[in-house]
């Protein structure tokens, strides 16, 4: 059986993002000695917010919003409640000039496209109707049977290939009905007719479910949470060690017993009564001393990552959108969403200019990923400009950054490996706990990832959660509603990788 936590075996966290220093910050509250390995040079992990020149950078975009209490009330520790801001949600569908509400209403849909093209894809939805796909098990056929060709090739075809980097017609439907959730043309155009209803049904003590239309947000970006978290661990006692890599865990018939850690070219043993674990679910199980069963390890290789860059572009002027960010449905250009920082937080951006982070969905090694700084910074001008959103004129600097494993991949097999893994670690090492998303590799948000670290202390303090039960309803992330923990959203199944 694990032992309990000494300051000579002390619980040793590997990751310094949300889920990794939200776990480190519960165990000094207990006054449980705890060791943060990070084998990065700043916390956060892809909830940094990267500072280069005065210009603040939000990796991906963090609303901070949420309907589990116990996160909610561990923001406003961690944060005094003058560092929120309170911003108004808005994101939109960028396509051919124009914006589009997101999620898609085709009534304004529809209007925006024109009479003609709005006759046309009404023409087509109806064929979907009388004729469906016979395979609605894939993205394509869930959401031409939902709303038609014409408007499938106009707002769900692009974006979602070139998040995934595989065609729509092998992606699972699951993407699809985590999105949409089954709603069709003439629901949606039906749906405004009953909006009157809607004070009569509140009054009768119903539920209406909408989008969010706030949500809080640091004022310096999602990153200033962690290094403000980093601060009160540390002074709490807690070692966080910097630039670090854990590159081996050891264990004997009982469970782990030491991580064996890299740094500055040379190797420390850390003796550990217990491991919290967010690096990727795979490479925690590689790292194993000695090492796992073929069958696991073939496991492991099966999970895949998807890689993740930001142009950032300094406009003089303020131009930009009202919007957090466009989903960019444009065909003829690789950028797949914009963000406007200042409209996330003035605290980002500087006086009389904005800064807009491009981003692109990219496999570590493409072409994308291997470009120069300068090349990228070159085509985020140019791709701007066919837009028709900035003038490159009007961009006075550029700056770069990756984000290498940012997103794990849902492909055909991957509920099979991460059982396979999971099950072996809570047979063989039960004192090993994989906690965040990549550290589960659980399309969880960035509370979902508090949550597994919370639920993972109070584990190893007595209690008998099941972890891996967070994050599994089909809610919409976003919607108003109630219910206990109603912020789930489905895992997108991609086909495997050669």
């Keep these: 059986m694990p032992q309990a936590p000494t300051a000579e075996r002390p619980v040793v966290v590997i990751g310094a993002g949300p889920a990794g220093l939200t776990a480190a910050y519960q165990l000094v509250k207990n006054n449980v000695p705890v060791v943060v390995v990070e084998e990065d040079t700043v916390v956060g992990g892809i909830s940094r917010t990267v500072e280069r020149d005065g210009w603040r950078f939000d990796i991906g975009g963090h609303r901070f919003f949420t309907k589990v209490q116990e996160v909610e009330k561990l923001w406003h520790e961690i944060l005094p409640e003058d560092d929120f ?81 595989v065609p729509a017609s092998e992606l699972s439907a699951d993407w699809g009905a985590q999105r949409i959730k089954g709603m069709s043309l003439f629901k949606a155009v039906y749906e405004p007719m009953r909006t009157r209803m809607v004070g009569r049904r509140r009054k009768r003590g119903q539920v209406v479910t909408s989008l969010i239309e706030e949500f809080q947000y640091p004022r310096f970006g999602p990153g200033m949470m962690w290094e403000k978290c980093h601060d009160l ?38 003796e ?101 700084d300068e090349d990228l910074i070159e085509c985020g001008k140019k791709e701007l400009a066919v837009l028709g959103l900035v003038d490159p004129g009007d961009v006075e600097s550029g700056y770069v950054v990756r984000m290498p494993k940012a997103y794990p991949v849902y492909d055909e097999g991957y509920k099979d490996a991460v059982e396979t893994m999971a099950k072996w670690i809570a047979a063989n090492v039960p004192n090993v706990h ?45 919607e108003a509603g109630e219910g206990w923990g109603r912020t789930g959203r489905d895992a997108p199944v991609l086909p495997r990788r050669a």
């Design 272 to 372: 550990a009564s217990h491991v919290i674990s967010s690096m990727p679910f795979s490479s925690l199980v590689r790292s194993m001393d000695p090492q796992p069963p073929e069958e696991v390890l073939d496991a492991a290789g099966k999970l895949a990552y998807r890689d993740f860059l930001t142009v950032a572009l300094v406009v003089r002027g303020g131009r930009g959108f009202p919007d957090n960010w466009i989903y960019v449905h444009e065909p003829g250009v690789r950028v797949g969403r914009i963000q406007n920082f200042g409209s996330w937080s003035p605290y980002l951006v500087k006086d009389g200019s904005t800064c807009l982070g491009l981003e692109y969905f990219v496999f570590e090694g493409d072409d994308v990923w291997n470009s120069s």
């Design 434 to 478: 994989p906690v965040g998303r990549n550290g589960m590799h659980k399309y969880n948000n960035q509370d979902h990832s508090m949550f597994t670290a919370i639920l993972t202390v109070e584990n190893i303090l007595g209690a008998h959660h099941d972890i891996w039960a967070v994050n599994v309803e089909e809610e919409y992330h976003e």
């Design 85 to 165: 801001l309170l911003r108004p949600r808005l994101s939109r569908i960028y396509y051919r000039g124009r914006y589009y509400d997101y999620p898609i209403r085709p009534l304004n849909a529809l209007r925006n496209l024109g009479a003609f093209e709005a006759m046309r894809c009404t023409i087509s939805y109806l064929a979907a109707r009388v004729r469906p796909p016979r395979d609605q098990s894939t993205l394509e056929g869930y959401i031409v049977a939902n709303y038609g060709w014409r408007l499938y090739h106009h707002f769900f075809k692009t974006y979602n290939e070139k998040v995934w980097g």
């Design 233 to 270: 661990v540390s002074a709490a006692g807690a070692q966080v060690r910097m630039s670090t890599r854990a590159c081996a865990i050891e264990r004997d018939e009982h469970g782990a017993v030491a991580v064996v850690v890299e740094s500055g070219g040379g190797k420390e043993r850390i």
